[in-house]
């Protein structure tokens, strides 16, 4: 890849998985390694451009301010006053579920996120907006994300 990012510091990817309280899939971590996102207020255009559906990869600490919102709104069907969550992962929820992690967000306001909930599906790549609530989009996980960048960048040269 010819494009590269700071990595994610050790020390707020640590603070974010203190916050969240679950264990994050390896493949998330892999994530914030190779890049720590951006700061969406002042990002170019090139990076609008990398995640398909014009998400933009969110830093740790950006991921841990919108976590910190969304997760004011647990989704009753769902999550309960203990911390545990009666749906499992890649299930719908409105507004939206505290064990759904965001690691993108668009233009238009969307978030991106990863689904820490149990279930065959730990992992999944969620869409939310506020009116729908939270989603199924059509990655299985931030590796498929991750492989998709990289074609495009491949394809670029
Ligand atoms: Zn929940």
């Given at each position: 890849?010819?494009?590269t990012?700071?990595?994610?510091?050790?020390?707020?990817?640590?603070?974010?998985?203190?916050?969240?309280?679950l264990?994050f899939?390896?493949e998330?971590l892999?994530?914030?390694?190779?890049?720590d996102?951006?700061?969406?207020?002042?990002?170019?255009?090139?990076?609008?451009?990398?995640?398909?559906?014009?998400y933009l990869?969110?830093?740790?600490?950006?991921?841990?301010?919108e976590?910190?919102?969304?997760s004011q709104?647990p989704d009753?069907?769902?999550?309960?006053?203990?911390?545990?969550?009666?749906?499992?992962?890649?299930a719908?929820?409105?507004p939206?579920?505290?064990?759904?992690?965001?690691i993108?967000?668009?233009?238009?306001g969307?978030l991106?996120c990863?689904?820490?909930?149990?279930?065959?599906?730990?992992?999944?790549?969620m869409?939310?907006?506020a009116?729908?609530g939270?989603?199924?989009?059509d990655?299985?996980s931030?590796?498929?994300?991750?492989d998709?960048?990289?074609?495009?960048?491949?394809?670029?040269?």
């Open positions: 890849m010819e494009a990012w700071p990595p994610a510091l050790a020390e707020h990817l640590e603070r974010l998985q203190t916050r969240v309280g264990e899939p390896p998330l892999t994530w914030w390694t190779l890049m996102g951006f700061d969406d207020h002042g990002a170019g255009n090139r990076s609008v451009e990398l995640i398909p559906k014009g990869p969110l830093s740790v600490a950006r991921a841990e301010e976590y910190a919102r969304q709104y009753p069907g769902c999550c309960t006053p203990e911390g545990t969550h009666r749906k499992q992962a890649g719908d929820g409105f939206y579920c505290t064990a759904v992690l965001p993108g967000r668009a233009i238009d969307g991106l990863v689904d820490l909930r149990q279930g065959e599906r730990h992992g999944v790549v869409e939310w907006y009116s729908e939270i989603y199924d989009s990655w299985a931030v590796t498929e994300i991750l998709e960048i990289a074609e495009r960048l491949d394809s670029e040269q």
